[in-house]
Every structure is written in structure tokens, then in C-alpha cells.
């Protein structure tokens, strides 16, 4: 007998067979051209399920045992200083003031210091030793130092993309090119959501004072993976969702009745064709219902014990604040969510970067550490990953009164779920301009994310355009044992 999957995987392939699709073209490739130009044309990659048996949701491993079932992905928007943040480099701030050595750039890419005369900039912060472990972290960041023996810095970082938007897309997709599914649809594609009253993969966005880099949503896309995967926004200050309530007039009887004819009407287009997106107009309009409960729960942080807002900083949940959003990402993991990202944009620090970073680092620097401690203490961080960073780090040498975009060294830190707590992997040279010892690209963390959720990235794949398409690509990539326990 055979397996459901492939008996819906054999009807989708004879649905959209060559001979199929010319005869319900009409005239064969002017059929093709009219579907275009009324909107209606969609990519045969869009609809096509995981080649072999469906990755069951709240299954936990793929191809091994899964030490993670859920992500927090904090983004630091702009990119971070690594020389101020987890790098230190005495021979750099030795040589502040003067003279790059040209050693160290000939012939690299640079992004606006490209021709500029080249000077050294020290870091304007100390670093100290902190935990047992002895991690050295910048005295900017006194509570990410108070969680140092739980944490593991990656100090040898490179990246591919040297302009935010897209070095956001390929720390997201692996790719700089649209339409490429972001690592937390990836995810849900491959697991599920452990919740069918929220969203699998949720996005918030916090700012400071300063003007910054915008946040595209394409950098939480399905790509060409079925729209529900998709990351779904909510809004950090006010109502998580907009319209989650019902209009004046409308009792939720009456929706529930217009939520199941509509499914009804979806249900015989479904009989008739076998296409994702219908599936999942299905399924979102029954997600929005479910929303008009579960969201407002969800966001009602009056539960919530004094010293928990104490411990992330919030003054008022709600606010707008990063604090606000981590305290609103533990509440989300605790109901099922599987991937949640939380931007905090401000850290393109070209100029000013004396004060400016320190006000970054006020904004997220208690609140980051916060969720290592409740989670740890509610149970939740051993199955749950962590990661701290932006897409690129900055230069050593000096743009004015900050630095310049740098893509071939930079920290960031993970924590949970099997990383390996209280260590430093990788070193950049004593300069900090590029990584040098146990180098860790952009796919090599991808691997590393799915290599924790049972994953192997190799064999992970979804057919596109005919090619076998990966979240790590073509280019060798691997997980980073050397970080995991």
C-alpha cells in the first residue's frame, strides 16, 4: 500500500505533467503568456513537496536525534563592532592612530574605504575576563558577561555580502538572490510548529534613537517554499497583530460559520487540483481565527512576576523595547512557536561610534542575557539555540569617528541546545581584520543550526528549477562540531 505522501506527490507530478499543462494552456505557450499577464502564473517549485517521505511535525530529528526544537535568532541590524563587542586586539589599539598596515589590505575588498588612506582604530572600550570560563567580553556588555560560562563566542566568522541588505539575506538564506527560502522557513518546512494557535515562525523589529538601516521582509520569505512558511511580523509597540479583534457586530459564531464555508469552497478547488497555496489559504484562514484568542493571550504580560521584567529590563511590556520583544519571545517558545527572530537595527556605526554603540549595547545588553538566564531556568534552554550577531562586522582601521562594513572577521555568540557553554572558538589576526583559526562561514553555521535539529544539511533539499536546492548551497559548508557537546 502506498504511503499517503507519495500517492499525493505522484497526483501533483500528473497534474502539472507537460501534456497537462499545454492542454490546460489553451493554445500552449499563448495560454502561458495570457495566464501571466492576469497574475495567475506560479513557479512549478512552489507546490512541489520534499522529495521522499514528509518530515512529520513534532517529529524532532530527520536524520539523528535532535538536540534543539526551537531557535532565537537576536539580530543585531547593522553590524556590530567586533572590536568593541567580543574581540579584543592589544596590537590594534597599539597601533591607533596610525597607519594600516597595507600587508593586510592589498587587494581586498573594502566597502567605502576602498582608496581612502587607511588608519588604525583601536577599540575605545576595555574587555575583562568573565565567569569561570574567563571569556573576554567588552565592559559594554556586563550582562552578557554575567552569562559567559553559558555561552560559546565565535570569533572567526566571514561572510560574502558587504552591504546590509544583502548580507541580511545570505545570513538568512545562504543566498543574496530573492525568492530564496529564509533558515527559519527552512525550519518549519522541515518540522512544523509545535502551535496551531500562532504562527511556527515569528519576526519583531525594535530600533533606537539614531536613524538606521531598514529591515526588508524579504529576509523572512518562504521563497519558493509555500507561502505559510513564511515569518509573520508582529508589531513591537501596541497590538502584536493589527485586526486580530472582531468587527463591531460580528460574534465569533458567525465567523466560525464564515471561516468553515470558506474552507468548504477551498476544499473543492483542493479536490480539483493539487496546489500548496491552496492548502495554505486553508490553513491561514483557520490560524487567523485562532489568533483572535491566542494573540491576545499571548501579548497580555500582566502574568508575568515583577522581577521577570525586572530581570530583561522592561518598563512597560509593550513598549517597543528589545527588552519587551525577548520577554514576548520566551511567552512565544513557551507555546510552541519554533523560530523567532527579534531585530534590534542601529548598530551601522560609521560615524560617532563612541557613544552611539554604548547606547546600542544599554538596549540589548540585559535583555539578550535575560533569556539565557529564564530559559536556563524554566528548563527551556537546553532544547532551545540561541544566537547573538549581525550580518558583518567593522573594520579595524577608522571612517571618521566609527568604522566601516568588514566581512572577513567578526564575532557572534550561541548559546543552548548542545552548544558547547564557556568558550571561544576561532581567532581573527592581531589586528582583527580577518579570521585565521578555525574559520566559520555563514553556511557552516547553517549546518551547524541543522545539524542540532536532527538535520543533515546535505540531504535536506527541495527540488527548484530542476535543482536540488539547499538552505547551505553548492559551496562546502559543515557543521562546526568543535562547538558542540
Known sequence: ????????????????????????????????????????????????????????????????????????????????????????????????????????????????????????????????????????????????????????????????????????????????????????????????????????????????????????????????????FQGVQFQSKGNAVHYVGSPDGVCQSTQRQVIDEIGRLNGILREERVDPEIETRIAQYEMAFRMQTSVPELTDMRDEPQHIRDLYGVKTPGDGSFASNCLLARRMLERGVRFVQLYHRGWDHHGNIEKQLPECARLTDQASAALVKDLKQRGLLEDTLIIWGGEFGRTPMGQGSGRDHHIKGFSLWMAGAGIKPGTVHGATDEMGYAAVQDVVHVRDLHATLLQQFGIDHSRFTVKYQGLDMKLTGVEPAAPVKAILT
Not at 563587542?85 to 567605502?112: I, M, N, V, Y
Not at 565592559?139 to 541588505?165: K, W, Y
Request: proline share 7%; aromatic share 8%.
Open 1 to 228: 500500500m502506498k504511503h499517503p505522501f507519495i500517492e499525493h506527490l505522484e497526483r501533483h507530478q500528473l497534474d502539472w505533467s507537460r501534456r497537462t499543462f499545454l492542454k490546460r494552456s489553451f493554445a500552449g505557450l499563448g495560454g502561458l503568456a495570457f495566464a501571466q499577464l492576469l497574475g495567475g502564473g506560479r513557479s512549478l517549485a512552489e507546490q512541489e513537496p520534499l522529495a521522499g517521505l514528509p518530515f512529520i511535525q513534532g517529529r524532532g530529528g530527520l536524520h539523528f536525534p535532535a538536540r534543539a526544537k526551537r531557535v532565537i535568532h537576536l539580530c543585531m541590524a547593522g553590524g556590530p563592532s567586533h572590536l568593541e563587542t567580543f574581540d579584543p586586539k592589544p596590537a590594534l589599539d597599539a597601533l591607533h592612530g596610525r597607519e594600516f598596515p597595507a600587508s593586510f589590505t592589498a587587494g581586498q575588498q573594502l566597502a567605502q574605504l576602498q582608496g581612502s588612506k587607511l588608519v588604525a582604530r583601536g577599540s575605545f572600550t576595555k574587555f575583562r575576563k568573565f565567569g569561570q570560563s574567563g571569556v573576554e567580553i567588552s565592559e559594554l556588555f556586563p550582562h552578557i558577561g554575567s552569562i559567559a560560562d553559558e555561552i560559546c563566542v565565535i570569533r572567526s566568522m566571514v561572510t560574502e555580502q558587504i552591504n546590509h541588505d544583502p548580507a541580511h539575506a545570505f545570513m538568512n538564506s545562504g543566498s543574496i538572490l530573492k525568492g530564496r527560502p529564509s533558515m527559519g522557513s527552512w525550519l518549519l518546512y522541515g518540522l512544523g510548529a509545535e502551535t496551531q494557535d500562532l504562527p511556527g515562525y515569528v519576526v519583531m523589529v525594535s530600533r533606537g534613537s539614531e536613524p538606521d538601516q531598514p529591515i526588508s521582509a524579504r529576509q523572512w520569505s518562504a521563497g519558493f517554499l509555500p507561502s505559510k
